[in-house]
């Protein structure tokens, strides 16, 4: 559950709640995580067993030491990151644009836009669709081939068929009940 936020100014980090309603919610993680997660946790309670009364139980998952449990400055996971890119060999890529990363492989996988809205904490779906997508590669191929196969199936219903206006007739103010695909596959 997401209910606050820490924000670093310098050396000072305070907590509070999130900027916008949307922001406080539940987080769904798949079952591997989850199973990492709770392995990760049962180390941390054998350090904070070997570290005794040193130990601050700040109820964070990830801590600055082993010996202490304080919780981490959030700028040092950003200089991390940052630091882990470059040895990576990847292109620049900041911490943050992991969400929109994330948001674009939920979407691509199928997750409705909607779902992706509400795990990233938007207010709005436009923000989702316009900032946190990106159509992927395989996204684009998918809609190729989607796009094909809906022509195809088209075409196959009506072998042979073509359609063709009589020239002698008035334009109908009606539009033409033929859909595009049938169109397309007559051609």
């Not at 042979?160 to 169109?183: D, F, V, Y």
Request: overall charge positive; proline content about 5%.
């Amino acid at each position: 559950m997401i209910e606050q936020q820490r924000i670093a100014n310098g050396h000072l980090v305070t907590a509070g709640p999130p900027k916008i309603a949307a922001s406080r919610r539940l987080i769904a993680l798949d079952r591997h995580t989850v199973r990492l997660l709770r392995d990760h946790r049962s180390g941390q309670r054998a350090e904070q067993r070997a570290a005794g009364s040193s130990w601050q139980d700040s109820g964070y998952v990830f801590c600055s030491s082993p010996r202490t449990g304080a919780p981490l400055h959030p700028d040092f996971l950003t200089r991390r990151f940052h630091h882990l890119v470059g040895e990576s060999g990847l292109p620049p890529v900041r911490l943050h644009d992991l969400r929109h990363g994330a948001a674009s492989l939920a979407h691509c996988a199928g997750v409705d836009l909607k779902t992706v809205q509400t795990q990233l904490g938007h207010s709005s779906i436009v923000l989702t669709a316009d900032t946190c997508t990106s159509v992927l590669t395989d996204l684009l191929a998918y809609a190729a081939e989607a796009t094909a196969r809906l022509v195809r199936t088209a075409a196959a219903r009506n072998p042979g068929h073509r359609h063709h206006q009589n020239s002698t007739s008035t334009k109908s103010a009606e539009p033409s009940k033929i859909n595009l695909a049938e169109r397309l596959a007559a051609r």
